[in-house]
Nanobody
Framework: QVQLVESGGGLVQAGGSLRLSCAAS????????MAWFRQAPGKEREFVAA????????GYADSVKGRFIISRDNAKNTVYLQMNSLKPEDTAVYYC?????????????????WGQGTQVTVSA
């Protein structure tokens, strides 16, 4: 099992930027695919972005493509989500997730370990 701790959330105006970080414990982090999901009040948890174990393959939801960038530093056991050109509809709790597999998918069920979440609020 991997313990995940997110940070970097907060309140930002529309058009602004935030960078989320997810620190992972465990020696096997570098072999796991990692992802970010988000959940707005009254809505289901949805896929945002993912990255494979080596960082060579990434994927994004259509709603964030071109604005968000996922990356990872396996030496630091950390995955990042750079969020630019933020919109009010990006407001949600953002969750970091780890899959005990090297490749990513968009499915919530693919991921085995979850962080506690960090709130991102974008004001108009």
């Amino acid at each position: 099992q991997v313990q995940l701790v997110e940070s970097g959330g907060g309140l930002v105006q529309a058009g602004g930027s935030l960078r989320l970080s997810c620190a992972a414990s465990g020696r096997t982090f570098s072999s796991y695919a990692m992802a970010w999901f988000r959940q707005a009040p009254g809505k289901e948890r949805e896929f945002v972005a993912a990255i494979k174990w080596s960082g060579g393959s990434t994927g994004y939801a259509d709603s964030v493509k071109g604005r968000f960038i996922i990356s990872r530093d396996n030496a630091k056991n950390t995955v990042y989500l750079q969020m630019n050109s933020l919109k009010p509809e990006d407001t949600a709790v953002y969750y970091c997730a780890a899959s005990h597999r090297p490749l990513w998918t968009m499915a919530v069920s693919w991921y085995d370990d979850w962080g506690q979440g960090t709130q991102v609020t974008v004001s108009a």
